[in-house]
C-alpha cells in the first residue's frame, strides 16, 4: 500500500497564525517526500522535497518550513502565515526503487483570511 | 516557472466522442507523466512516457511524445462522464532527479 495520510481536508486560518499540516505515509520505507502548493486553477509548485529524516530541500524561498522527523512523517509549518499563503496544499511519496511516478494525498485547502 | 503548459485549458466534450490533450515543455527531458485530478481531490498518475519512447497505451488512453518538437498528447477515447477532471503533464530532467515540474493542467468536462 502506499497510502498517504493528509489532514486537515480543509483549514481556515487567520493572517499571522501558525500552521501546521501533518502528511504520514504507509508503504516502503526510506520514500522521498514533498509538498506541493496549488493556486486555485493552476498546477502544481514544488515547495520542499525530502530523501530522509531530518533532510529537507526548499525549492522555493517563502514564508513556509518543512520537517520529516519520522521516516513517514513530513510536516509543513509556518510561524506567521500571510494572505498569499492560500491554496491547496498536496503531500506527495515517489514509490521508490526507481520508479518516477507519484502518489498524492487528498489534500488541504487552506485558506488565510 | 512551470516546465510544462496544456493546451486547451479547458475542453468541453459529448460522452462518446474522444478528448485530446496537448502538453508542451522547455528543456530535455527523462520522463513525462500524465496525471488526473478530480475537483478538491490529490492526483493520480495515468501514464509514463520515457523520452526514448513514442507512444503508449493504457486502456482508453493513449499517449504520444515527440521530443524534437518538446510536446506530448494525451487522447482519451469513447470518454465517459467520470473522465470529467483535471489532467496535468509533469516533467523531470536529468538535472532534476526524480523531483516532477507539473503543467497548468487541462480542465475537461465530459457532458453525459
Known amino acids: 500500500s502506499q497510502t498517504i495520510h493528509q489532514w486537515p481536508a480543509t483549514l481556515v486560518q487567520p493572517v499571522g497564525s501558525p500552521l501546521s499540516l501533518e502528511c504520514t505515509v504507509e508503504?516502503?520505507?526510506?520514500?522521498?517526500l514533498y509538498w506541493y502548493r496549488q493556486a486555485a486553477g493552476r498546477g502544481l509548485q514544488l515547495l520542499f522535497y525530502s530523501v530522509g529524516i531530518g533532510q529537507i530541500s526548499s525549492e522555493v524561498p517563502q514564508n513556509l518550513s518543512a520537517s520529516r522527523p519520522q521516516d513517514r512523517q513530513f510536516i509543513l509549518s509556518s510561524k506567521k502565515l500571510l494572505l498569499s499563503d492560500s491554496g491547496f496544499y498536496l503531500c506527495?511519496?515517489?514509490?521508490?526503487?526507481?520508479?518516477?511516478?507519484?502518489?498524492f494525498g487528498s489534500g488541504t485547502q487552506l485558506s488565510v483570511l | 516557472s512551470q516546465q510544462g503548459e496544456e493546451d486547451p485549458q479547458a475542453l468541453s466534450i459529448q460522452e462518446g466522442e474522444n478528448a485530446t490533450m496537448n502538453c508542451s515543455y522547455k528543456?530535455?527531458?527523462?520522463?513525462l507523466q500524465w496525471y488526473r485530478q478530480n475537483s478538491g481531490r490529490g492526483l493520480v498518475h495515468l501514464i509514463l512516457i520515457r523520452s526514448n519512447e513514442r507512444e503508449k497505451h493504457s486502456g482508453r488512453l493513449r499517449v504520444t511524445l515527440d521530443t524534437s518538437k518538446k510536446s506530448s498528447s494525451l487522447l482519451i477515447t469513447a470518454s465517459r462522464a467520470a473522465d470529467t477532471a483535471s489532467y496535468f503533464c509533469?516533467?523531470?530532467?536529468?538535472?532534476?532527479?526524480?523531483?516532477?515540474?507539473f503543467g497548468t493542467g487541462t480542465r475537461l468536462a465530459v457532458r453525459p
Open positions: 528543456t530535455s527531458i527523462n520522463n
Open positions: 509533469a516533467t523531470d530532467t536529468k538535472s532534476s532527479g526524480d523531483k516532477l515540474t
Open positions: 508503504g516502503t520505507s526510506n520514500p522521498n
Open positions: 506527495a511519496r515517489g514509490q521508490g526503487a526507481g520508479d518516477e511516478k507519484l502518489f
